[in-house]
């Protein structure tokens, strides 16, 4: 038994060791397509015309619907749904409310895991922070 042991050990030297002791490599993870980054609740921080008083919540679901809920200052409040598309950096939406519907395609600027700034047809810029 001692002999065998001592040429595996021989051998495993000739051949350098490592050949034989290597692990497979560790799977690399999948990166995130847009949609699934957008995942979530954003809340609208910085927007042309906003009232700074106002509470502007989107939230995108996995299933491509969209929902925006906005609080005013004066307790009044109202709630807009409707669906979302992604293509490379760049978000198209539909939204229906009581003035009929919304659609849009947005500029993706910025797109972490804490931030969203996009840009809509009009140049406007809208930054969003992931709502906790």
Do not use: H
């Not at 106002?54 to 679901?61: C, G, K, L, N």
Request: hydrophobic share 35%.
């Amino acid at each position: 038994m001692r002999f065998l042991a001592l040429l595996m050990a021989g051998c495993i030297g000739m051949l350098g060791g490592d050949s034989v002791t290597r692990a497979a490599p560790v799977p690399k993870a999948k990166a995130k397509t847009t949609a699934e980054k957008l995942q979530g609740e954003w809340k609208l921080v910085r927007s042309p015309g906003l009232d700074d008083q106002a509470v502007a919540i989107v939230t995108f679901s996995k299933d491509g619907k969209l929902t925006l809920k906005v609080t005013l200052p004066d307790g009044g409040a109202w709630e807009s749904t409707g669906k979302f598309t992604t293509e490379g950096d760049k978000i198209s939406y539909e939204l229906q409310s009581n003035n009929g519907v919304r659609k849009e395609t947005l500029q993706i600027r910025k797109l972490t895991q804490d931030e969203l700034i996009t840009v809509d047809p009009e140049d406007k810029v809208e930054e969003f922070k992931r709502a906790k």
